[in-house]
């Protein structure tokens, strides 16, 4: 499962990767998470940013845990399951981000938050789907998954599925509606191991409350004593 993801780099880098217009006051964040309101790139509108809610709304989620929220599909039975077969065929995504967060189990307590990025520490985006409903109060409303896959070698030391990242060449195709399903299915693959790097990062990312620098940075491992410190 992917549960928390950062998109910490600014308006600017943004739009200069993806090629679309950002027309709202973006803030980096360090530590998205379900039911907030982030952007995306739809097959819809591919020139410019749209601002929707990961997994549900904020009011439909509230008081419910993480794990009882829909935020991911899997990449495997996307195109089949009724639920989201109409989504995959009209309603396609690309979610930008710089990282994701898992979890690695030390005992039977005590996990470990890391953070995995590209290499080169640059922008990417997950392969999303996303849909359109009225909301409680009658006013139309958008939201959007994140598809997983299985691990590449990385990621497995964690966790039991990653999020697909789309290489740059597939990021138009997937959004593009001729692109056959084969095609689409074909892209949703663990992304190259060699590409990719993880690092363990504070607890802080623990709280969805927390969202700041200090989040993605580099800790040192735990000592006796079962405590995090921050590199300088």
Known sequence: ?????????????????????????????YNIAPTQLVPV??????KGFSFFYWGITPDFGQNKPVS?????AKAETVHEKISFKSSFERRRC?????GFFEWKRLGKKTKIPNRFTLR????????????????????????????????NELVE????RMPVILS????????????????????????????????????????????????????SPMDQFGNYTLFG
């Open 157 to 160: 030391e964690v966790h039991d």
């Open 94 to 98: 690309l979610v930008p981000a710089d």
């Open 168 to 219: 740059r060449e597939n990021e138009k195709k997937w959004l593009d509606k001729y692109t056959s399903e084969a095609e689409l299915l074909n892209m949703l693959k663990p992304y190259p191991v060699e590409l990719m790097v993880s690092y363990p990062v504070s607890p802080l990312v623990n709280s969805v409350q927390n969202d700041s620098p200090g989040i993605i940075r580099k800790t």
């Open 68 to 72: 009882q929220k829909l935020i991911n």
């Open 120 to 151: 080169d520490d640059s922008l990417f985006s997950f392969a999303g789907i996303w849909e359109e409903y009225e909301g409680l109060s009658g006013e139309v409303q958008h939201t959007f998954l994140i598809l997983t896959t299985t691990p």
């Open 41 to 46: 790139i739809t097959s819809d509108s591919p």
């Open 1 to 29: 499962m992917c549960g928390r993801y950062s998109l910490s780099k600014s308006k600017i880098d943004l739009e200069e990767r993806f090629q679309a217009e950002m027309l709202a006051d973006f803030k980096p964040r």
